[in-house]
């Protein structure tokens, strides 16, 4: 049927051309994003879950920043602790040295020097801060362990007030007689049995730390991987879309050029 007032075919190839369009926009905004979905419309259900692990992830970043922030105090801790072991022994050492019969009691005011000097050593070390926070109190310290906000507790490493420690630091008149000397020696030999304790006990809290962060990063790795498979594009598939969509685009063009031209048969008849 010729006719010149509604021309349906430059209608229906003018919608397909509109299609084409739109579909050739959004694969282009695809490859020049890296995104699957685009709009809401592309997958509301897509988006909502990526949504989600995307909050996750954020709440992961966090408790591992925590997490390596605990080990770090933990690994100063320990460094003094380490240093504190040293001079604990050589405050043993001098203790021994000075329950020598043949030592004079000159010698024995030296190694009294020495080891009141590494009384106050351990002493001054007992009030170390890391952060403003004390590296050695009975504070208990609450870590992040996942992105809901567990934690699990860790209780501080107290010097002062512990009993073995403070009789070693505050041992009377040290190394002045071959008795206190003795006495000295009983005491630092404690400090040194509480100082393996604790650290100890400090080494099982950095395992169980790093393994903490060791999940929290394999967490963190597998929900990028999911995020990734639902929002990334398949570049080589949208690539493959992209150039269908411009072949649409250029022959919907001509043949919405043809559509046009078909009203023109019309005159064919008039001029018959």
Do not use: C, H, W
């Amino acid at each position: 049927m010729s006719v010149i007032n509604t021309n349906t075919v430059a209608e229906a190839t003018s919608n397909n051309l509109r299609a084409s369009s739109s579909a050739l926009s959004k694969s282009l905004t695809r490859l020049s994003s890296g995104l699957k979905i685009i709009t809401p419309s592309d997958d509301a259900a897509g988006l909502a879950v990526s949504s989600r692990l995307e909050s996750q992830i954020r709440r992961l970043d966090a408790a591992l920043n925590n997490v390596v922030n605990a080990v770090s105090f933990s690994q100063t801790q320990d460094g003094f602790l380490k240093t504190i072991d040293k001079a604990l022994r050589r405050m043993g050492e001098l203790a021994m040295l000075s329950q020598d019969t043949t030592k004079s009691t000159s010698d024995r005011t030296l190694y009294n020097q020495e080891f009141a000097q590494l009384q106050d050593y351990i002493r001054a070390t007992a009030g170390k801060d890391f952060n403003s926070v004390s590296l050695f109190s009975a504070t208990t310290f609450s870590v992040t362990i996942d992105s809901s906000g567990s934690t699990f507790d860790i209780t501080g490493t107290p010097i002062s007030g512990n009993q073995s420690y403070d009789d070693a630091i505050s041992t009377a008149v040290g190394l002045t007689s071959s008795t206190l000397a003795q006495a000295a020696l009983n005491f630092v030999g404690a400090a040194i049995n509480q100082i393996a304790l604790d650290r100890a006990k400090l080494g099982a809290v950095q395992s169980r730390l790093n393994f903490t962060s060791e999940q929290l990063t394999t967490t963190k790795e597998n929900l990028s991987s999911a995020i990734s498979r639902i929002s990334d594009v398949d570049v080589a598939q949208e690539a493959t879309q992209y150039a269908r969509y411009q072949i649409l685009v250029q022959s919907g063009t001509t043949m919405l050029a043809q559509a046009n031209a078909l009203p023109r048969s019309v005159l064919e008849l008039l001029r018959a």
